[in-house]
Structures are given as C-alpha cells and as structure tokens.
C-alpha cells in the first residue's frame, strides 16, 4: 500500500523559511518522479516543484528561486526547501508520487498523494 505523509507546515513571517517532509512507503521509490503541489483556499492544486527518479529537478515559475526540492533515496524522503516565503505562498502542500520516471507538474499524471500540510504565511 503506497502512503505519503507530510509534515513540517506552519506559520511564518513574510520573508521566513520552512522545510516540508514527505515520507514515503509502500513503492519502489527510487523510480518514482516525486513532486509537491499546493493548493490555496478557491484555487484550483498547482504543481509547483518536482523531481526525476534521476533528480533532475522543474519548478514553477511562482517559486523558482525560492524553493528547493530534494530528495533522500536512503530514508525515502522528499523535502521541499521554501526560502523567503510571501503571503500568496499560504496554501495546504501536497507531496504526490507517480509510478513513471518522467518530470511533470500535470496533477492528472498523479497517482498517489498525501494528505496535506498547512503553510501560512503572514504579512
């Protein structure tokens, strides 16, 4: 059974940092193309950060330069490094996995997902 659980949400000041977590079970995760996405209350989920079972790495235009994704094959772990955070970041963070090498941001492409983590931040 394939399980992704996040951590590592919280409240933070305009301009702070936070690191997510998304541990993963169940799939051979090396292979897997990882991703996170986030969605913002009436906002439709965007994919905003993903990586390659390669690591090769894509990143939406809203966070380049701000974010960092990564990846430890030995604990089975995704991060999501979010530097200087803005108010628009504040959204529920969705750590997704699909079962196919290939970079993509396309939700659709999917398969598996997490329950979410809240970030909130304030001005």
């Known amino acids: 059974q394939v399980e992704l659980t996040e951590s590592g949400g919280g409240s933070v000041q305009t301009g702070g940092s936070l690191r997510l977590s998304c541990e993963a079970s169940?799939?051979?995760?090396?292979?897997?193309?990882m991703a996170w996405f986030r969605q913002a209350p009436g906002k439709s989920r965007e994919g905003i950060a993903a990586?390659?079972?390669?690591?090769?790495?894509m990143y939406a235009d809203s966070v380049k330069g701000r974010f960092t994704i990564s990846k430890d094959n030995a604990k089975n772990t995704l991060y999501l490094q979010m530097d200087n955070l803005q108010p628009e970041d504040t959204a529920t963070y969705y750590c997704a996995a699909r079962p196919f090498p290939q970079l993509t941001l396309d939700r659709d492409r999917y398969n598996y997902w997490g329950q979410g983590t809240q970030v909130t931040v304030s001005s």
């Open positions: 169940g799939f051979s995760y090396q292979v897997y193309c």
């Open positions: 990586i390659s079972s390669e690591s090769t790495t």
